[in-house]
């Protein structure tokens, strides 16, 4: 099945997260705070640690990779749309560490911020919700 909508730009919004605070949780805030259930969100900065999550396609499960040093954001984008009624911030991280060596995956919770500065671009349009995709196990729009 395929889901194309036609969305059009509205607000943008650019902050600063909260030393510490938890990287997925705080983006998650900030769109809760402000009414967003449709938008695309990116951000660099650094981490203090990582969790990321790599989607095993024959057990359809998540499997997680930790770091516990500081690490670079070198990319984070991802969409915002609406799972149980709630926004979900869904987002893929891409980090580097001292030696420029990159890694990356789906942002988790378990990322202490360091620093990070971030783009919320909010839309309006159709609602995109997230239910369970039977041939994939993912919450994917439906």
């Not at 402000?34 to 695309?40: E, F, N, Q």
């Amino acid at each position: 099945m395929q889901k194309l909508e036609s969305v059009q730009s509205g607000f943008v919004y650019m902050g600063r997260l909260s030393y510490n605070s938890d990287l997925l949780d705080s983006l998650s805030e900030v769109c809760r705070e402000r009414g967003v259930t449709l938008g695309r969100i990116e951000a660099i900065g650094a981490l203090r640690g990582a969790r990321l999550g790599y989607y095993d396609q024959k057990s359809l499960e998540y499997k997680y990779l930790t770091w516990d040093k500081g690490l670079e954001i070198t990319s984070l984008m991802g969409n915002i749309s609406i799972k149980d009624g709630e926004p979900m911030v869904h987002a893929h991280l891409t980090l580097a560490d001292e030696e420029g060596r990159t890694f990356g995956g789906h942002l988790a919770r378990g990322c202490p911020v360091f620093a990070c500065e971030f783009i919320l671009r909010v839309y309006s349009g159709p609602d995109f919700v997230r239910s369970h995709d039977t041939q994939t196990g993912l919450p994917l729009w439906s």
